[in-house]
């Protein structure tokens, strides 16, 4: 069975930082691309980064504030979060993209449970 | 990047209801879209994708439809767990954009 979760959120101060973890199991997590997808407090859904085995890809949002990476011998995926900002402030998801291999843009068949990032002084 | 605009925002039924909800994108997008099912405090749940496919293990009563600009998810009849927000998703173009959503509430 596909498992994602994530770990790591919590209250941050504005201009602070914060590194949020998804681990994965069920899956061979190296042939995968694996998606951070945030959701601002009664908002919709935003795509925030992406992470497969050629690179890495960021929202205009987050792009020079965010750095995702990951640890194929762990199974797990990173979100570093620098120059946080109030509007940061979400439930953040990490996302399966549902192909294997190179494809950088799909659509998600698993996702984690979210981890909170508030963003508050 | 291309918008993805849901309508109705919200949308208010009974059980045994026929539903449609429309996603417009702002550029073609053919049929690469993907269909959500999100309840309070959960993950979003995969649906529909590339417009009409079936995910395994979703019920019939959900179906999709569409493409180029305007792509459509029907509940055929509504049950008592279908009350929940429904996202779209395009994946045509980067970056990947969602819809802003259609609450579906008990009328």
């Known amino acids: 069975e596909v498992q994602l979760v994530e770990f790591g959120g919590g209250l941050v101060k504005p201009g602070g930082s914060v590194r949020l973890s998804c681990a994965a199991s069920?899956?061979?997590?190296?042939?995968?691309?694996i998606n951070w997808v945030r959701q601002a407090p009664g908002k919709g859904l935003e795509w925030v980064s992406s992470i497969n085995m050629i690179g890495s890809f960021y929202a205009d949002s987050v792009k020079g504030r965010f750095t995702v990476s990951r640890d194929d011998a762990n199974n797990s995926v990173y979100l570093q979060m620098n120059s946080l900002r109030a509007d940061d402030t979400a439930i953040y998801f990490c996302?399966?993209?549902?192909?294997?291999?190179?494809?950088?843009?799909?659509?998600?068949?698993?996702w984690g449970q979210g981890t909170p990032v508030t963003v508050s002084s | 990047d291309i918008q993805m605009i849901q309508s109705p925002s919200t949308l208010s039924a009974s059980v045994g209801d026929k539903v449609t909800i429309t996603c417009r994108a702002s550029l073609s997008i053919s049929t690469w879209l993907a269909w959500y099912q999100q309840k309070p405090g959960k993950a979003p749940n995969l649906l529909i994708y590339k417009a009409s496919n079936l995910q395994s293990g979703v019920p019939s009563r959900f179906s999709g439809s569409g493409s180029g600009t305007e792509i459509t998810l029907t509940i055929s009849s509504l049950q008592p767990d279908d009350f929940a927000s429904y996202y779209c998703q395009q994946y045509n173009t980067y970056p990947i954009t969602f819809g802003q959503g259609t609450r579906l509430e008990i009328k």
């Open positions: 996302a399966r993209l549902a192909a294997a291999g190179t494809t950088p843009i799909y659509y998600f068949d698993s």
């Open positions: 069920g899956f061979s997590f190296s042939s995968y691309s």
